[in-house]
């Protein structure tokens, strides 16, 4: 079975870097018809387009690359990003829902501005990003293949873990934005539109190497599969979710993670 999404248009936030870059690359590479990618840096967005034109050449010469700086923490963001793709496109099949920022700081310490930044961006803004795109999502579902919104939520909205880099804003956020999802599966899921949900362990991007610096390496130590996530391991699974033959997942939870959220790996094995 080759998995495609041909033909597919695709939105997704936070793609000038890390996790939201690898998710246009792969649906780029695979047969989207278009991509659509913002961040709120205008040159970071513009190189990131640049790059994956250069994978459109390369694997699928006929895909539209287009890049839009907006701030998708607020509704005026959102909708300025949301009107620019609907002056381009009639429908939108995918849609990811991923930028997301962090923020560390010790419990005394922790600045209300800071949480609010957090969740702001992290469930605020996913949920007026799905708002925005709603008629678009829904002109392109069908019984044949349900649009998709994938929100990128984390492990740390599944398994409590002390709270060492003090992200608590971050972590109440993620367990906030996959519960949304899991309700928006319930009322969007009969409407041809699917929601699933992605939880990525540790992957190096910029906003976690801050943290996996600090820790060094006891998250892969720890880890079952004994190391960090690797591209590979979100583009396989983000492809999966936007093609056909994914249709009838919808509410889904999907840790990408080694096996960390079920637990520790043993520190040696007997056997
Ligand atoms: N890396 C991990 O280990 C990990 C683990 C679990 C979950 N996640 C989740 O995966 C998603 C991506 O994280 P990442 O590690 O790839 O982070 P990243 O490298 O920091 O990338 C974040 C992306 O979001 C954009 N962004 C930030 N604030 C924005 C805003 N207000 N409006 C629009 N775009 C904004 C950034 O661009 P600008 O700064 O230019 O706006 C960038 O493109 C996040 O939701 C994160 O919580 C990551």
Redesign the pocket.
């Given at each position: 079975m080759k998995l495609n999404v041909n033909g597919k248009v695709a939105v997704i936030?936070?793609?000038?870097?890390?996790?939201?870059?690898?998710c246009a690359e792969v649906l780029v590479k695979n047969g989207a018809k278009s991509v659509y990618?913002?961040?709120?840096?205008q040159q970071?967005?513009n190189e990131?387009v640049e790059f994956l034109k250069g994978v459109a050449k390369q694997y699928n010469p006929s895909c539209k690359v287009v890049g839009i700086?907006?701030?998708?923490?607020?509704g005026e963001?959102v909708k300025k990003f949301a009107q620019q793709v609907a002056s381009q496109e009639d429908k939108v099949d995918i849609l990811i829902?991923?930028?997301?920022?962090?923020w560390g700081a010790p419990l005394m310490k922790h600045p209300e501005s800071a949480f609010d930044k957090v969740m702001?961006?992290?469930v605020k803004?996913v949920f007026l990003t799905i708002q925005a795109f709603y008629p678009l999502l829904k002109k392109a579902g069908t019984v044949d293949y349900s649009s998709r919104v994938l929100i990128?939520?984390?492990?740390?909205g599944i398994k409590p873990d002390a709270m060492d880099g003090g992200t608590y804003g971050?972590t109440a956020?993620?367990a906030g934005v996959m519960h949304l999802g899991k309700c928006l599966a319930l009322e969007l899921g009969p409407q041809n539109i699917n929601v699933n949900l992605?939880?990525?362990?540790?992957?190096?991007?910029?906003?976690?190497n801050g943290?996996?610096e600090k820790i060094g390496d006891t998250f892969v130590q720890n880890n079952p599969k004994k190391r960090?996530?690797r591209q590979e391991d979100i583009e396989s699974v983000v492809l999966f979710f936007c093609a056909k033959e994914s249709d009838y997942i919808n509410g889904a939870v999907i840790p990408i993670d080694g096996g960390a959220h079920v637990g520790d790996a043993p520190k040696s094995s007997k056997l």
């Open positions: 936030t936070g793609g000038s870097r890390g996790l939201g870059l690898n990618i913002t961040s709120r840096k970071a967005v990131s700086a907006s701030d998708v923490s607020n963001g829902a991923n930028a997301g920022a962090s702001d961006l992290n803004g990128m939520g984390s492990i740390t971050y956020s993620k992605l939880a990525p362990g540790f992957f190096p991007t910029k906003m976690s943290l996996l960090l996530g």
